[in-house]
């Protein structure tokens, strides 16, 4: 049975950093796709960064050079560092995975089957 479960998430003020995890058990980062979403209230879930099997990866525009993901296959832990936060970053983040190994489409939800629980980053300015 997979779980992801994340954690990491936090209050922060404008310009600060956070880092979430997301650990996995039944499920092997090394071998799939895997992504960070967030959702805001009223907002669609809007994908934010991927990383392929072999370590490749990808970013929303609106957090491209501030947002880092990564992965240690060891630990079989994702994690999505954060740094100069803004206001507009303030949703509850969720890690996903895929079935397969392909990263197209990478930002479209229906594409992963495994979802964490999520955890509420919240930014104030």
């Known amino acids: 049975q997979v779980q992801l479960v994340e954690s990491g998430g936090g209050s922060v003020q404008a310009g600060g950093s956070l880092r979430l995890s997301c650990e996995a058990s039944?499920?092997?980062?090394?071998?799939?796709?895997v992504a960070w979403f967030r959702q805001a209230p009223g907002n669609e879930r809007e994908g934010v960064a991927t990383?392929?099997?072999?370590?490749?990866?990808s970013y929303a525009d609106s957090v491209k050079g501030r947002f880092t993901i990564s992965k240690d296959t060891a630990k079989n832990t994702l994690y999505l560092q954060m740094n100069s936060l803004k206001p507009e970053d303030t949703a509850m983040y969720y890690c996903?995975?895929?079935?397969?190994?392909?990263?197209?489409?990478?930002?479209?939800?229906?594409?992963?089957?495994?979802w964490g629980q999520g955890t509420q980053v919240t930014v104030s300015s």
């Open positions: 990383i392929d099997a072999a370590g490749s990866t």
């Open positions: 039944g499920y092997s980062y090394s071998r799939y796709c």
């Open positions: 996903a995975g895929r079935s397969y190994t392909p990263c197209e489409d990478p930002y479209y939800a229906s594409r992963y089957v495994y």
